[in-house]
């Protein structure tokens, strides 16, 4: 029973499902051509400013090189690319993830660094969600459900890359790869921090009252943030404190 137990709150752990998520997507890669395709995984490389940046897969191939970003959530996802996030809907609860096109990006600028020997490399980035999540998505990249990867990366048929270049890019890529453990959890760290930052930054731009976003106003004693759903929502925020007046619909 404990056994049982335990199983069952380590497939409800974020870290797990992560995990088994990734894991997914490496056993969906294994179906590309290996004569035409190199996948690789749980990529971290430093930046030139000192930095480190993790990438979920990395796939080379005579077509450019793909970057993928694995999100396992569940839910109605709505965002398009200009928004910094996006979010997340069961039920009635809402909740914000960072734009995963952006974060992308910067996986993206981050391989074109350490690759900078190959200036004319052609790279394409893909966003993959499990089929759980119910995607409402507005975005000029590719933004789609694990069922639709292999078939995403098999329409690009531009062969750009010769062999030997594929292969000095593979070379670069592995021997650049941070493995070591402490490395690693700093990197974690950093994350964790980060998100915590994003979350109280986030928190401070969702109205507590109806869940609309806090928008930027100017009033005659000052600027301020009110609800965007105004005036059915009267809640603002000025100089830092709250304010809250009552709520009132039509």
């Not at 048929?157 to 790869?177: F, K, W, Y």
Request: charged share 25%; aromatic share 10%.
């Amino acid at each position: 029973m404990f056994t049982l137990i335990l199983s069952h709150f380590l497939l409800k752990h974020p870290k797990m499902i992560g995990y088994i998520g990734e894991k997914k997507i490496q056993r969906k890669l294994k179906k590309l051509d290996p004569s035409q395709y190199i996948a690789l995984h749980d990529i971290m490389i430093s930046t030139s400013e000192g930095k480190t940046s993790q990438i979920d897969h990395i796939v080379l191939s005579p077509y450019g090189i793909f970057v993928i970003e694995t999100k396992n959530y569940q839910g109605w996802i709505f965002g398009k690319d200009q928004q910094q996030y996006w979010t997340q809907t069961i039920y009635k609860r809402k909740e914000k993830l960072f734009n995963p096109v952006w974060q992308n990006k910067g996986h993206i600028i981050a391989l074109q660094d350490l690759l900078s020997d190959f200036p004319t490399v052609p790279y394409h980035s893909i966003i993959v969600f499990g089929n759980q999540a119910n995607l409402k998505v507005e975005s000029t990249s590719p933004v789609i459900y694990a069922s639709q990867l292999i078939s995403t990366i098999q329409k690009y048929q531009d062969q750009t890359l010769q062999d030997q270049t594929i292969h000095a890019i593979h070379q670069r890529i592995l021997g650049s790869n941070q493995t070591d453990r402490k490395r690693r959890k700093e990197h974690v760290n950093s994350i964790h921090q980060k998100m915590k930052e994003t979350t109280l930054k986030v928190a401070e731009l969702i109205c507590p009252r109806c869940e609309g976003e806090l928008v930027e106003r100017k009033g005659n004693f000052g600027d301020f943030h009110g609800c965007s759903n105004y005036p059915r929502c009267r809640y603002i925020v000025k100089e830092r404190k709250v304010v809250g007046m009552n709520s009132y619909r039509r």
